[in-house]
C-alpha cells in the first residue's frame, strides 16, 4: 500500500489542522493505522492509532484530548483532527500502516509497520 500525507502547514497556537493519509494500491481496511510524527532532533513519537477492525483509538498523553483520529474506509483514508495547537506540535507527521502494534501503559511497544507516508510539516508558531 502507498500511503500519501498532506493537510499540514502553518498555523497559530490554539489553531487547528486536519490531516489526511490517503492510501493506495491495498485497502486500508486491511490495516491499523497510526499517526506519528518527529520534531527537529528528537526522535519519532506515535501519537495515535486506529485499528483495522472495530476502529477502537488510542492516543499519547500529549495529544489526548486535543487530537482526534478517524478512517474512512470507502475512502482508504485515514484523518488526524487537531485542535488546540501548541509550539511543542511543531513537526513532521507521519502515517504509517501496521499489521500489529502492542500498547504498554502509553508506549508503543512495539509494531509490524508495512508503510509509511513521506510525512506533511506542521509548524504551529504566531
Known amino acids: 500500500v502507498q500511503l500519501q500525507a498532506s493537510g499540514g502547514g502553518l498555523v497559530q497556537p490554539g489553531g487547528s489542522l486536519r490531516l489526511s493519509c490517503a492510501a493506495s494500491?491495498?485497502?486500508?481496511?486491511?490495516?491499523?493505522v497510526g499517526w506519528f510524527r518527529q520534531a527537529a532532533g528528537m526522535e519519532r513519537e506515535w501519537l495515535s492509532i486506529v485499528t483495522r477492525r472495530d476502529g477502537t483509538t488510542w492516543y499519547a498523553d500529549s495529544v489526548k484530548g486535543r487530537f482526534t483520529i478517524n478512517r474512512d474506509n470507502a475512502k482508504s483514508t485515514v484523518y488526524l483532527q487537531m485542535n488546540s495547537l501548541k509550539p511543542e506540535d511543531t513537526a513532521v507527521y507521519y502515517c504509517?500502516?501496521?499489521?500489529?502494534?502492542?500498547?504498554?501503559?502509553?508506549?508503543?511497544?512495539?509494531?509490524?509497520?508495512?508503510?509509511w507516508g513521506q510525512g506533511t510539516l506542521v509548524t504551529v508558531s504566531s
Open positions: 494500491g491495498a485497502a486500508l481496511g486491511s490495516y491499523a
Open positions: 504509517a500502516t501496521m499489521t500489529y502494534f502492542r500498547l504498554v501503559s502509553g508506549r508503543l511497544w512495539g509494531a509490524d509497520f508495512d508503510s
